[in-house]
């Protein structure tokens, strides 16, 4: 685990996150994370419960400020921005700005439950006012073809089934058109029966080339769709690899112990 003293940021990646720290008070919830993620890469996250995902993600799309070291999404340090080879923090109406190139996927989908699924979907995009009403409109429909909800267009959260409203806020999310996809454990709250149907968009998803980090516990996905898992202990990348090195050549006897626990 230990790494050179000061790596500097990766400017191709799609997300470099260098020396990130971050503390809650006087407790420190993640540890010298160093992580690169390609354009297009999906990256899996898994780790018991309280290692750090979510804050991990929480950090990449500024729902956290970072205690130290640096987030880079596609070579733009993320809170901060640089005049004169000095470094000014941004406002909350720049840090916005900033987020919008990446969408993220609760647990919980956080519909607004008075909005239909289509102004669900549309909103964002009518209040970030980047693309013209023709355009949000035919992409509102093409995003809801696409996650299998077309005839849902007019029917309110509260009717559908907790896998359709999952597919909802993915189409949600994907509206404003990001770069990078943040999921935190998106099927996690479904029934059994509704995992599958959430997790086939996400793979549809990752075919179109889309730049995917995934909090997840289901590893069949993560070994079939990511390229790469990341294991997360006490705040740490305890291990980073291909699926298959990870999953059937775990070097990490922690990684091995948590492995016996769910099913690979
Ligand atoms: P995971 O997603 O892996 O379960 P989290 O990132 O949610 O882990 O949490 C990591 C640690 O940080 C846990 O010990 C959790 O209790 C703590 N934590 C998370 N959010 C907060 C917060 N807002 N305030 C204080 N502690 C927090
Ligand atoms: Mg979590």
């Known amino acids: 685990m230990s790494s050179p003293t000061h790596l500097l940021p990766n400017l191709e990646a799609a997300i470099s996150v260098r020396h990130l720290a971050k503390s809650f008070g006087e407790k420190e919830v993640l540890k010298d994370i160093n992580l690169e993620v390609a354009e297009g890469e999906v990256l899996a996250l898994i780790g018991p419960s309280g290692s750090g995902k979510s804050t991990l993600l929480r950090c990449m799309n500024q729902l956290e400020e970072i205690s130290r070291g640096a987030i880079h999404l596609f070579g733009t340090r993320l809170g901060f921005t640089e005049k004169d080879q000095k470094l000014y923090q941004l406002r909350e109406k720049e840090l916005a700005k900033q987020r919008l190139p990446t969408g993220m996927v609760f647990q919980q989908f956080n519909l607004?439950?008075?909005?239909?699924?289509?102004?669900?979907?549309?909103?964002?995009?009518?209040?970030?006012?980047?693309?013209?009403?023709?355009?949000?409109?035919?992409?509102?429909?093409?995003?809801?073809?696409?996650?299998?909800?077309?005839?849902?267009?007019?029917?309110?959260?509260?009717?559908?089934?907790?896998?359709?409203?999952?597919?909802?806020?993915?189409?949600?999310?994907?509206?404003?058109?990001?770069?990078?996809?943040l999921f935190d454990e998106p099927t996690s709250a479904l029934d059994p029966e509704l995992v599958g149907e959430v997790l086939t968009v996400m793979q549809d998803l990752a075919e179109t080339g889309m730049t995917m980090v995934v909090v997840t516990h289901e590893m069949e996905f993560a070994r079939n769709v990511c390229d790469r898992i990341a294991f997360m202990e006490g705040g740490h990348i305890v291990e980073i690899g291909p699926p298959d090195d990870l999953l059937d050549r775990p070097q990490n006897a922690r990684l091995r112990d948590f492995l016996v626990h769910v099913e690979h």
Do not use: C, W
Request: net charge positive; charged share 20%.
């Open 112 to 181: 607004f439950p008075h909005l239909s699924v289509y102004e669900n979907i549309t909103l964002s995009p009518k209040l970030a006012r980047i693309q013209t009403k023709t355009e949000i409109k035919a992409r509102a429909l093409q995003l809801l073809d696409r996650v299998g909800l077309g005839q849902f267009k007019d029917t309110y959260p509260q009717k559908l089934s907790g896998g359709q409203q999952q597919r909802v806020a993915i189409a949600r999310a994907l509206a404003m058109n990001p770069r990078i996809m």
